[in-house]
């Protein structure tokens, strides 16, 4: 089984201060709390904080409140690529740990069905 090995171990990293804020403009939220991973340019109302490309930033909608939290490339059409919605990702901002732990599920799921 190929996918057995990641199963065993876990990749973390400590975290620091909050990560700087992309906040949505007036109706534009609905879109990433459905799921869309894309936050183009022209959602953003404003950045808080100074993000440089690959950093991590909180999303919050107009209201100040989080929608996800995500990667920031302030040179792309996509400005964020939110990776976490779900609540229990949200806890935590740690992208190899995230990226980890999807890895192990996917894992299990293929070694479920046999692949």
Do not use: C, E, M
Not at 9 to 34: D, Q
């Amino acid at each position: 089984r190929r996918a057995a090995w990641l199963l065993a171990g876990t990749l973390g990293v400590a975290t620091g201060a909050a990560p700087p804020v992309v906040v949505l403009g007036g109706g534009k939220s609905r879109l990433f709390k459905a799921g869309n991973p894309l936050v183009f340019s022209g959602a953003v109302s404003k950045v808080r904080g100074s993000p440089g490309a690959g950093d991590v930033v909180d999303v919050h909608d107009g209201a100040g409140d989080l929608v996800g939290w995500g990667v920031f490339n302030p040179h792309s059409q996509y400005r964020v690529r939110i990776l976490a919605h779900a609540p229990a990702d949200i806890d935590h901002r740690d992208v190899p740990a995230l990226v980890a732990s999807r890895l192990r599920a996917a894992a299990r799921r293929r070694l479920t069905v046999g692949l």
